[in-house]
């Protein structure tokens, strides 16, 4: 069982960055694909970016590419999305997720409660 917890969030002017954070707890998250997610209101969950398990690749969803970057520290169960250059419809309650075959789906096994970033333009 693994617990996750977003923080980072915020209100942010168009042009400047966030750095959003997910401390896990309970299994140790190396065996694991971690991926972000985000939900605008009145639209589906997307995919934002994730790594595999292996740690050798990373994917970004192309509305993000270039400006956001996925890290992981395993040692300290925490995965970061640095997000830069914020667009207005980047807004959205953005969720951090654990195990997943595929990490560029929805198909995580964990997921946390969200953390909201609202960029004003």
């Known amino acids: 069982q693994v617990s996750l917890l977003e923080s980072g969030g915020g209100l942010v002017q168009a042009w400047g960055s966030l750095r959003l954070s997910c401390a896990g707890s309970g299994r140790a998250f190396v065996r694991y694909a971690l991926g972000w997610f985000r939900q605008a209101p009145g639209k589906e969950r997307e995919f934002v970016a994730a790594?595999?398990?292996?740690?050798?690749?990373?994917y970004y969803a192309d509305s993000v590419k270039g400006r956001s970057t996925i890290s992981i520290d395993d040692g300290m169960n925490m995965v970061y999305l640095q997000m830069n250059s914020l667009k207005p419809e980047d807004t959205a309650v953005y969720y951090c997720?654990?195990?997943?075959?595929?990490?560029?789906?929805?198909?995580?096994?964990?997921w946390g409660q969200g953390t909201q970033v609202t960029v004003s333009s």
């Open positions: 790594v595999s398990w292996s740690r050798a690749n990373t």
């Open positions: 997720a654990a195990d997943s075959a595929i990490p560029t789906t929805a198909s995580y096994t964990y």
